[in-house]
């Protein structure tokens, strides 16, 4: 490979990011990711929360430093934060103490600015992002949206030649979101900012056909670049729009089949024998009866396009998918091409009362989910009928992270509780089959 | 742990700066009670019958015996401490001509030092049981119970003061009853800072229990089986082998209520926070869990509220309408006012009388002077040692809290340190001193941060631990390095935390100048300029009026410095070094 001529930015060759476990074991969090960054684009990382897209923007940032490969900036290995690399944070991660010009000003005084330099080009990005005014505002004082526009500020008041932004929008409210993502693209097309390129972490997926030239869909477990769509639409871009539709229908479906893959996947091959070590998602039994009782619902009658349910009911992809994939792993709907369609007990479990729902819940519970099948068993074979959470816990951290085991267990109990299958006292950690009396 | 910002033990949150009439209204009935008592004891100038237990022995073997009775005395002190809480707090808290009186003399009794409490009381307890000792124990025990009850009572009173509206509201229309009210609501949202406030009064009680277990004002002496008197022996004989088997067993003892009271007791108020950090890993107990576990214990754990249903304390009272509408109602209440402001001015001025008379019939003008002049000499030495400790331990904490297994390891050692007494090392630093020559003045001050500065030290990692990462990685990103870090990033962000940790050690370190500006080893005895050792010396001489005069005075140091230093202070950083 020719690094040094390439022209592009940023070169991300070959990154692996792996943490020790308190066990000694290796924790993979990105492996082998590739990706390049070219004057004039918007390239968005597009994954579930946990798939590891925040982890490679802060390595890209020099903020921490990967176990393997090489990030190139300029054709030079990255050796800490770069003097062109700027940040916009998720939770803006404005100074409290610092006033709006406080805080713009700090990235200029840093690199020991004039000051009458720094006065001046604070102004002059403030302005730009529509701050005038607000410059001896302290940020508790101003809305959401405006503490964003803040972090913007002073993001680009160093023009830097990369801006990575890391789900700038994903704290704002609906509204407000969708104002600040219009002036950012405004300003972009405009070329009214001092920056070459933007890397934009999001796990919105209109949001990426919206903002993006070319989007990188990214895996979980560990954290990879599963695929690459380029977006090819002129801007500004139209949300009704056929093509823009297309889009969006095309990512979801790709992401949809990866996770519908690892559903198939996960009872026969991955964990032969017990198969209780499936990671299951804190959902509540709530939020699957809504979403089965939706899809029944007209005008779907059983059938759904996934982005358009998600947007009826407003869920964002990380309460959508994992809700998707619990219900296809319980046999009560299938997920394909973009769609989820309810199975023929999904569509009974709808007509009943909660007494049968309940009694349906608890029978797909012992067929489909093992870990809830072998706490009962357990709990039947004890004279006492009892057993503490620490003899599952340890059965499962052989497999997965230890964060993980606790969200699986939490999920497990979750749904038993509904199902009645068994019950769990959280103050001396037992499981048991008593009811309270 | 290292997430939680304890809470000051000064009155930060009550309302306004500076100090208002109320605040002498407080200042004189307190002194004034103290100066009656000082007087009375004044004028028993029979001998008392000197209580004369078994001899303290410094065969370590009886240290085991020793510790177990100066923890039971602990023990005891901070039971009574809940009860007064729980009374004294919520009187406080729901009476509203109460709370004007209440909360000010709360505010003063946290300001006089303690060991000024045990010089003027202990005579007054020794006539109450003539020939016993139970005299001294009794003694004793309030000696431990004046150290810890008034932040544990200040912190419960803010949680009642702070119930969540709806929570409020929730209660109310379920005309819930006073008592059930209390023990369902009240009680357990002011529960986790108000366990928090009693590991903090253990830690303090210790400095004293030490300190009042041997203790002699005037000719009366009085040693009570204790690791504190076993000290004082082994000071007298400057045998530092019997130290060290005294620090041991403290260590042991802090150590074994670490784990069988505090950690539960954490673990299981974690219930009761009412909002809950995501992600947060809660604290837990292995003590509480076998609680939890053992069917006898949580069997026997519901007969309280067994009882209290038979007596029919939870049953909502009758639905009457409490109050009397119109404009009856509102001139009974003004005339009761007018009553209850009358009484307490007749009150005030009549001690205020008093005071004069007592401090009059001994003192002149020119003892107050000195009082005063010593008084600022301490202040000095406070305000120094506070800069120093922060100046040393302020990076540390920072270094420490950025590092999350450093900060494992280090907040319990710290909190360990804060709890240890730390007059049990003075006499090693008196011989120290003592051998090279050194100045009193300058060499004794070091002693009174020597176990308060832990404080800075813990608050200051827990601020570290918890300054948000994306600020950090936002400073990194801007490559705002070296000074410019310190002043624009690291210091506001840690500054809440670091003034808890400095207004708790100044505290204490006023309440330890009256054993640390006046220590000995063996027959050498020490002494450096300033208003604790001032004490300290009136009390050896039994001299009541010297004693009264220099409590007062410290008092008021402490409340002015509360007043105009820390509390604005905190004020500020409230406003706005926080986002929400």
Same mark, same amino acid.
């Given at each position: 490979?020719?690094?040094?001529?390439?022209?592009?930015?940023?070169?991300?060759?070959?990154?692996?990011?792996?943490?020790? $476990?308190?066990?000694?074991?290796?924790?993979?969090?990105?492996?082998?990711?590739?990706?390049?960054?070219?004057?004039?684009?918007?390239?968005?990382?597009?994954?579930?929360?946990?798939?590891?897209?925040?982890?490679?923007?802060?390595?890209?940032?020099?903020?921490?430093?990967?176990?393997?490969?090489?990030?190139?900036?300029?054709? $030079?290995?990255?050796?800490?934060?770069?003097?062109?690399?700027?940040?916009?944070?998720?939770?803006?991660?404005?100074?409290?103490?610092?006033?709006?010009?406080?805080?713009?000003?700090?990235?200029?005084?840093?690199?020991?600015?004039?000051?009458?330099?720094?006065?001046?080009?604070?102004?002059?990005?403030?302005?730009?992002?529509?701050?005038?005014?607000?410059?001896?505002?302290?940020?508790?004082?101003?809305?959401?949206?405006?503490?964003?526009?803040?972090?913007?500020?002073?993001?680009?008041?160093?023009?830097?030649?990369?801006?990575?932004?890391?789900?700038?929008?994903?704290?704002? /409210?609906?509204?407000?979101?969708?104002?600040?993502?219009?002036?950012?693209?405004?300003?972009?097309?405009?070329?009214?900012?001092?920056?070459?390129?933007?890397?934009?972490?999001?796990?919105?997926?209109?949001?990426?056909?919206?903002?993006? /030239?070319?989007?990188?869909?990214?895996?979980?477990?560990?954290?990879?670049?599963?695929?690459?769509?380029?977006?090819?639409?002129?801007?500004?871009?139209?949300?009704? /729009?056929?093509?823009?539709?297309?889009?969006?229908?095309?990512?979801?479906?790709?992401?949809?089949?990866?996770?519908?893959?690892?559903?198939?996947?996960?009872?026969?091959?991955?964990?032969?024998?017990?198969?209780?070590?499936?990671?299951?998602?804190?959902?509540?039994?709530?939020?699957?009866?809504?979403?089965?009782?939706?899809?029944?619902?007209?005008?779907?009658?059983?059938?759904?396009?996934?982005?358009?349910?998600?947007?009826?009911?407003?869920?964002?992809?990380?309460?959508?998918?994992?809700?998707?994939?619990?219900?296809?792993?319980?046999?009560?709907?299938?997920?394909?091409?973009?769609?989820?369609?309810?199975?023929?007990?999904?569509?009974?479990?709808?007509?009943?009362?909660?007494?049968?729902?309940?009694?349906?819940?608890?029978?797909?519970?012992?067929?489909?989910?093992?870990?809830?099948?072998?706490?009962?068993?357990?709990?039947?074979?004890?004279?006492?009928?009892?057993?503490?959470?620490?003899?599952?816990?340890?059965?499962?951290?052989?497999?997965?992270?230890?964060?993980?085991?606790?969200?699986?267990?939490?999920?497990?109990?979750?749904?038993?509780?509904?199902?009645?299958?068994?019950?769990?006292?959280?103050?001396?950690?037992?499981?048991?089959?008593?009811?309270?009396? | 742990?290292?997430?939680?910002?304890?809470?000051?033990?000064?009155?930060?949150?009550?309302?306004? &700066?500076?100090?208002?009439?109320?605040?002498?209204?407080?200042?004189?009935?307190?002194?004034?009670?103290?100066?009656?008592?000082?007087?009375?004891?004044?004028?028993?100038?029979?001998?008392?019958?000197?209580?004369?237990?078994?001899?303290?022995?410094?065969?370590?073997?009886?240290?085991?015996?020793?510790?177990?009775?100066?923890?039971?005395?602990?023990?005891?002190?901070?039971?009574?401490?809940?009860?007064?809480?729980?009374?004294?707090?919520?009187?406080?808290?729901?009476?509203?001509?109460?709370?004007?009186? *209440?909360?000010?003399?709360?505010?003063?009794?946290?300001? &006089?030092?303690?060991?000024? +409490?045990?010089?003027?009381?202990?005579?007054?307890?020794?006539?109450?049981?003539?020939?016993?000792?139970?005299? %001294?124990?009794?003694?004793?025990?309030?000696?431990?119970?004046?150290?810890?009850?008034?932040?544990?009572? +200040?912190?419960?009173?803010?949680?009642?003061?702070?119930?969540?509206?709806?929570?409020?509201?929730?209660?109310?229309?379920?005309?819930?009853?006073?008592?059930?009210?209390?023990?369902?609501?009240?009680?357990?949202?002011?529960?986790?800072?108000?366990?928090?406030?009693?590991?903090?009064?253990?830690?303090?009680?210790?400095?004293?229990?030490? %300190?009042?277990?041997?203790?002699?004002?005037?000719?009366?002496?009085?040693?009570?089986?204790?690791?504190?008197?076993?000290?004082?022996?082994?000071? !007298?004989?400057?045998?530092?082998?019997?130290?060290?088997?005294?620090?041991?067993?403290?260590?042991?003892?802090?150590?074994?209520?670490?784990?069988?009271?505090?950690?539960?007791?954490?673990?299981?108020?974690?219930?009761?926070?009412?909002?809950?950090?995501?992600?947060?890993?809660?604290?837990?107990?292995?003590?509480?869990?076998?609680?939890?576990?053992?069917?006898?214990?949580?069997?026997?754990?519901?007969?309280?509220?067994? *009882?209290?249903?038979?007596?029919?304390?939870?049953?909502?009272?009758?639905?009457?309408?409490?109050?009397?509408?119109? %404009?009856?109602?509102?001139?009974?209440?003004?005339?009761?006012?007018?009553?209850?402001?009358?009484?307490?001015?007749?009150?005030?001025?009549?001690?205020?009388?008093?005071?004069?008379?007592?401090?009059?019939?001994?003192?002149? *003008?020119?003892?107050?002077?000195?009082?005063?002049?010593?008084?600022?000499?301490?202040?000095?030495?406070?305000?120094?040692?506070?800069?120093?400790?922060?100046?040393?331990?302020?990076?540390?904490?920072?270094?420490?809290?950025?590092?999350? !297994?450093?900060?494992?390891?280090?907040?319990?050692?710290? !909190? +360990?340190?804060?709890?240890?007494?730390?007059?049990?090392?003075?006499?090693?630093?008196?011989?120290?001193?003592?051998?090279?020559?050194?100045?009193?003045?300058?060499?004794?001050?070091?002693?009174?941060?020597?176990?308060? !500065?832990?404080?800075?030290?813990?608050?200051?990692?827990?601020?570290?631990?918890?300054?948000?990462?994306?600020?950090?990685?936002?400073?990194?990103?801007?490559?705002?390095?070296?000074?410019?870090?310190?002043?624009?990033?690291?210091?506001?962000?840690?500054?809440?935390?670091?003034?808890?940790?400095?207004?708790?050690?100044?505290?204490?370190?006023?309440?330890?100048?009256?054993?640390?500006?006046?220590?000995?080893?063996?027959?050498?005895?020490?002494?450096?300029?300033?208003?604790?050792?001032? #004490?300290?010396?009136?009390?050896?001489?039994?001299?009541?009026?010297? #004693?009264?005069?220099?409590?007062?005075?410290?008092?008021? +140091?402490?409340?002015?410095?509360?007043?105009?230093?820390?509390?604005?202070?905190?004020?500020?950083?409230?406003?706005?070094?926080?986002?929400?």
């Amino acid at each position: 490979m020719a690094l040094v001529e390439s022209k592009n930015l940023l070169d991300v060759n070959g990154i692996r990011q792996s943490f020790r $476990r308190p066990n000694g074991d290796d924790l993979s969090v990105l492996e082998d990711v590739n990706l390049s960054l070219r004057e004039g684009e918007i390239v968005g990382l597009l994954g579930r929360s946990g798939s590891g897209k925040s982890t490679l923007l802060r390595l890209i940032a020099g903020l921490n430093f990967p176990t393997g490969g090489r990030i190139l900036y300029h054709g $030079r290995p990255l050796a800490g934060p770069a003097q062109g690399i700027a940040m916009v944070f998720q939770s803006f991660a404005l100074f409290p103490w610092l006033t709006v010009l406080e805080n713009v000003e700090l990235g200029l005084e840093a690199l020991g600015t004039p000051e009458r330099e720094m006065r001046q080009r604070a102004l002059a990005a403030l302005d730009l992002i529509g701050l005038d005014g607000y410059e001896s505002a302290y940020p508790k004082e101003l809305s959401g949206g405006m503490r964003q526009r803040v972090g913007f500020a002073r993001a680009l008041v160093v023009h830097p030649d990369i801006l990575l932004m890391d789900e700038p929008f994903s704290a704002l /409210d609906i509204l407000t979101a969708e104002t600040l993502r219009t002036d950012f693209l405004d300003l972009w097309c405009e070329g009214q900012m001092p920056i070459k390129s933007v890397l934009l972490v999001t796990h919105n997926i209109e949001e990426a056909v919206l903002m993006c /030239d070319r989007v990188l869909v990214f895996a979980s477990n560990p954290g990879r670049v599963a695929q690459e769509i380029a977006i090819g639409l002129p801007q500004p871009r139209n949300r009704a /729009d056929i093509a823009f539709r297309k889009k969006v229908d095309t990512i979801y479906i790709s992401m949809t089949e990866k996770a519908g893959e690892r559903a198939r996947r996960t009872h026969v091959e991955r964990f032969p024998g017990t198969g209780i070590a499936t990671v299951l998602p804190r959902l509540s039994t709530n939020v699957m009866a809504g979403l089965m009782e939706a899809v029944a619902a007209p005008p779907y009658n059983g059938r759904a396009d996934l982005p358009v349910i998600a947007s009826t009911l407003n869920m964002e992809i990380d309460d959508l998918f994992p809700a998707a994939e619990t219900l296809q792993m319980m046999r009560f709907a299938e997920v394909a091409e973009g769609d989820i369609r309810l199975s023929k007990a999904g569509l009974d479990f709808v007509q009943q009362e909660t007494e049968d729902r309940k009694r349906m819940f608890a029978e797909h519970l012992m067929t489909y989910v093992p870990l809830a099948s072998h706490i009962r068993r357990i709990l039947d074979e004890r004279p006492s009928h009892r057993a503490p959470k620490s003899r599952f816990r340890d059965e499962l951290e052989d497999h997965m992270r230890e964060d993980l085991v606790e969200q699986t267990l939490r999920a497990v109990i979750s749904w038993a509780r509904y199902a009645e299958l068994f019950s769990y006292n959280d103050d001396d950690e037992m499981f048991s089959l008593e009811n309270p009396s | 742990m290292a997430k939680i910002r304890l809470p000051p033990t000064v009155s930060i949150h009550a309302r306004g &700066v500076l100090p208002n009439p109320w605040d002498g209204v407080a200042f004189v009935l307190i002194i004034g009670l103290l100066a009656l008592v000082a007087h009375a004891a004044h004028e028993m100038t029979i001998p008392l019958a000197v209580a004369t237990s078994s001899p303290i022995s410094l065969d370590p073997h009886v240290l085991p015996e020793y510790a177990l009775r100066t923890t039971l005395r602990m023990i005891l002190a901070l039971l009574a401490s809940l009860l007064f809480t729980f009374t004294y707090a919520t009187l406080a808290a729901k009476v509203r001509r109460a709370e004007v009186l *209440l909360v000010p003399i709360l505010d003063i009794l946290q300001s &006089v030092p303690i060991l000024g +409490f045990i010089s003027v009381t202990i005579v007054l307890f020794m006539a109450m049981f003539p020939g016993s000792v139970m005299g %001294a124990e009794v003694a004793a025990i309030f000696a431990i119970f004046t150290s810890q009850a008034w932040n544990m009572a +200040f912190s419960f009173y803010q949680g009642l003061r702070t119930v969540p509206k709806d929570l409020d509201e929730a209660s109310r229309s379920f005309r819930l009853s006073a008592w059930l009210r209390f023990w369902r609501v009240d009680v357990p949202f002011a529960m986790p800072g108000l366990i928090w406030n009693m590991m903090m009064s253990m830690s303090g009680g210790w400095f004293f229990v030490v %300190a009042a277990e041997a203790i002699s004002v005037g000719n009366t002496t009085i040693t009570l089986p204790g690791v504190g008197s076993y000290i004082a022996l082994a000071i !007298q004989k400057q045998d530092l082998q019997a130290i060290g088997w005294a620090v041991l067993s403290m260590l042991g003892v802090i150590l074994a209520y670490d784990q069988l009271l505090f950690r539960p007791l954490v673990a299981w108020a974690e219930r009761f926070r009412f909002e809950q950090e995501v992600g947060k890993t809660a604290p837990t107990s292995w003590v509480l869990i076998v609680l939890r576990r053992a069917r006898l214990i949580q069997a026997l754990a519901t007969v309280p509220r067994r *009882l209290a249903r038979l007596t029919g304390a939870y049953r909502s009272p009758a639905a009457t309408s409490r109050r009397i509408a119109g %404009a009856a109602g509102s001139r009974r209440m003004l005339l009761g006012d007018i009553l209850w402001y009358t009484a307490v001015a007749a009150g005030v001025a009549y001690v205020a009388w008093r005071i004069v008379a007592f401090l009059a019939s001994g003192l002149g *003008l020119h003892d107050v002077v000195d009082a005063v002049l010593a008084g600022f000499v301490t202040f000095l030495r406070v305000v120094i040692l506070i800069a120093l400790a922060s100046a040393i331990w302020v990076p540390i904490g920072v270094w420490i809290g950025l590092r999350p !297994q450093a900060a494992r390891v280090a907040q319990p050692v710290a !909190q +360990f340190l804060a709890a240890f007494p730390a007059n049990l090392l003075f006499p090693v630093a008196v011989s120290l001193i003592h051998r090279y020559g050194l100045s009193p003045n300058v060499w004794l001050s070091p002693l009174m941060v020597l176990g308060t !500065q832990w404080y800075i030290l813990f608050n200051v990692v827990a601020g570290a631990s918890a300054f948000p990462a994306d600020l950090r990685y936002a400073a990194a990103n801007l490559h705002v390095r070296g000074w410019q870090w310190w002043r624009r990033a690291i210091l506001p962000g840690i500054f809440p935390y670091y003034l808890t940790g400095a207004i708790t050690a100044s505290g204490g370190s006023w309440n330890a100048s009256v054993v640390a500006e006046y220590v000995s080893w063996g027959d050498t005895r020490l002494t450096a300029y300033g208003v604790g050792a001032y #004490i300290a010396k009136a009390t050896n001489a039994g001299d009541y009026h010297r #004693i009264m005069l220099g409590i007062a005075v410290m008092a008021i +140091f402490v409340l002015l410095c509360n007043r105009l230093l820390w509390r604005p202070l905190f004020l500020f950083a409230e406003r706005r070094l926080t986002l929400d």
